[in-house]
């Protein structure tokens, strides 16, 4: 009879209702917990995926600018939204589109970079000649305080280093990124 006993109760051994409840509850507000850190991440998600291209794209016309400053020969004109300068290319005209044949040495171009408020431009041209058309680069900056030199009290044609800083509003709204380089003129030639 006491083995019967100790296998009735046995069976009888389970989850009571108030602990049922509890566990339920309990469960229910992890998974709330989860729902509000996932449904969080996607709303941001479009943020970030804005700033990851724009970080990309501005990373991109930085590094063209730096390549093509530092095959440069000579700043001719310089301010804080603008250079000027001969560099080489690898073109069969200035400003034009086609490519020269590796064996082919490099010709010398005019190279002007102006940025505004918003988006900044470049244009090739002859050495000698300033006209040309230009051509949007990049957009999406605030500020056209763009170019920095070094010596910073030198004139145009003493110039030897130039520093490139794009700063971009962010998107979460909390500062700005900013991403710089900058290249010296390896190519020039100093008359002092």
Request: hydrophobic share 40%.
């Amino acid at each position: 009879m006491r083995a019967r006993l100790a296998r009735l109760r046995a069976a009888e051994e389970g989850v009571t209702l108030i602990e049922l409840l509890v566990a339920s509850a309990m469960g229910v507000v992890v998974m709330g917990a989860v729902a509000m850190l996932v449904i969080g991440a996607v709303r941001h998600q479009p943020k970030i995926s804005k700033q990851a291209q724009n970080i990309s794209t501005a990373r991109w016309v930085l590094e063209r600018m730096t390549r093509e400053i530092r095959n440069g020969i000579a700043v001719k004109e310089n301010s804080a939204s603008m250079v000027s300068f001969e560099g080489y290319v690898r073109r069969g005209s200035c400003g034009g589109s086609t490519s020269l044949a590796s064996s082919a040495p490099a010709i010398v171009c005019r190279i002007t970079y102006e940025c505004t408020t918003t988006a900044c431009f470049r244009k090739e041209s002859p050495p000698a000649n300033t006209t040309g058309t230009f051509q949007q680069i990049f957009s999406g900056i605030d500020t056209n305080q763009v170019f920095t030199y070094a010596p910073s009290e030198a004139a145009a044609p003493l110039v030897t280093y130039v520093k490139v800083t794009l700063r971009l509003p962010n998107p979460s709204g909390t500062g700005n990124l900013t991403v710089s380089s900058g290249a010296s003129l390896r190519n020039a030639t100093l008359g002092y």
